[in-house]
């Protein structure tokens, strides 16, 4: 909300552009996405939900990695990709994802893919390697 009302998000896409890097982590990882609305929080009331858009899909930071936290973090997950239309990027912490032009990389595992359009709902671990390219449709 506050790098909207100061102009930041203009001067941060135009940096990017070029040739800049990007760190975001937490909030900073959430709003490289395409919805805040797959944070962790609910909308506190703000009108602007504009993102960086860096990624063509959501983020979703601080992904549990305990089997049993993230069995129940997965179908919210589903229920905001539907509603968002948008798959979901969810990162465990101390992970991270390195995106350069239109290929990601894994920086440290600990990456789901998320996705609930289309009627099926998938939840699956991002292998490492360079080159990789989720699912976007």
Known sequence: HKLHQSGYFEFIRERVASGIPYVGFSAGAVIAGAS???????????TDLDTLRFLPYGVNAHFPSSPSDRDNRIPVLWAVSRREDTGIIAIED???????????????PGLWFIDGRGGETTAEPIASGNGLRPPLS
């Open 36 to 46: 805040i609305s797959t944070s962790n929080i609910e909308n506190k009331g703000y």
């Open 94 to 108: 101390e992970a991270y994802l390195i995106l350069r032009g239109d290929t990601l990389s894994v920086g440290k």
